[in-house]
């Protein structure tokens, strides 16, 4: 005879508990055929207890592997590494000093004390002459163990196209102005 609890999974009488042992050892050694879960999948009999049970709170009826397996509502999404993203300088430059703004160089993007530009002996705010552009703030991609430590992660592979251009012009310039030796 089964007693009902309340907090938990009906506790086993001895006699059931020597049958359901029994029967466990019968599905081991083949004499049984195996359990089965709610999608017809067999459940291999030398799983543990601990491991078959499902936790009282998830309230599962009958044998299931459910419980172990990932659920899909919690399986992360990640963006690909191939995702490419804004970064650098933007093309907006201002005319006048806003407020806010960096008070060294000009640009809305940072503060004084993050501005990578050599420290002015007049600010951009005092000088109301020669801004620097705004930078690109990127979004950055929801990314995985492996996206994270890639170096070359949002790196356009044109730009180094364009830097082999540029590199090629000025040595045939060079060639150019070289007196032939």
């Known amino acids: 005879m089964t007693e009902v609890r309340e907090d938990g999974p009906p506790k086993k009488s001895r006699e059931d508990y020597r049958k359901q042992k029994e029967l466990d050892e019968a599905r081991k050694s083949g004499l049984e055929p195996a359990e089965q879960d709610e999608f017809g999948v067999d ?14 709170y998830l309230e599962m009826d009958g044998p299931t592997l459910t419980h172990q397996r990932t659920q899909p509502e919690t399986v992360k999404t990640f963006d690909g590494v191939s995702k490419l993203y804004q970064k650098g300088l933007t093309n907006r430059v201002a005319t006048k000093f806003r407020k806010g703004a960096c008070t060294n160089c000009g640009a809305i993007t940072h503060k004084k004390i993050d ?15 020669d801004y620097a552009p705004d930078e690109h703030i990127p979004e950055m991609p929801k990314l995985d163990f492996e996206g994270k430590r890639d170096r070359w992660i949002g790196y356009d592979t044109t730009t180094h196209d364009e830097l082999l251009d540029e590199f090629s012009k000025v040595e045939k310039v060079k060639q150019q102005l070289r007196p032939n030796l």
Do not use: M, T, V
């Open 43 to 56: 459940i291999n009999p030398h799983i543990p207890q601990y491991i078959k049970d499902s936790p009282w």
């Open 115 to 129: 501005c990578l530009e050599k420290p002015r002996k007049i600010g951009a705010r005092w000088s109301g002459k």
